[in-house]
């Protein structure tokens, strides 16, 4: 089992940052694969970013070049740094980590609001 500990979220206004945490705990030697999804009210969860444990990073295309992923060096914590926030950002946050075995974990959400 592993669990997940989201942090970060909050309001912010248009062009404003934020950075989201997720801590892993329990079986963390499994992970794979951390990244982070997110669904706004009315809409499906959808993919935001991912970082394999080999470093390999993808982005949602309507991320790329305003969120960057990143992890610490024990691997166990992922980060997601958010520029210049659009109010089509804003969504409940939630991390994500599959095992080797494809097991997929879920945090609790965080939620982000991007209004004036």
């Known amino acids: 089992q592993v669990q997940l500990v989201e942090s970060g979220g909050g309001l912010v206004q248009p062009g404003g940052s934020l950075r989201l945490s997720c801590a892993a705990s329990?079986?963390?030697?499994?992970?794979?694969?951390m990244g982070w999804y997110r669904q706004a009210p009315g809409k499906q969860r959808e993919l935001v970013a991912t970082v394999t444990s080999g470093g390999r990073i993808n982005y949602a295309d309507s991320v790329k070049g305003r969120f960057t992923i990143s992890r610490d060096n024990t691997k166990t914590t992922v980060y997601l740094q958010m520029n210049s926030l659009k109010p089509e950002d804003t969504a409940v946050y939630y991390c994500?980590?599959?095992?080797?075995?494809?097991?997929?974990?879920w945090g609790q959400g965080t939620q982000v609001t991007v209004s004036s």
């Open positions: 994500y980590a599959r095992s080797l075995i494809l097991i997929g974990y």
């Open positions: 329990g079986s963390i030697d499994s992970i794979n694969i």
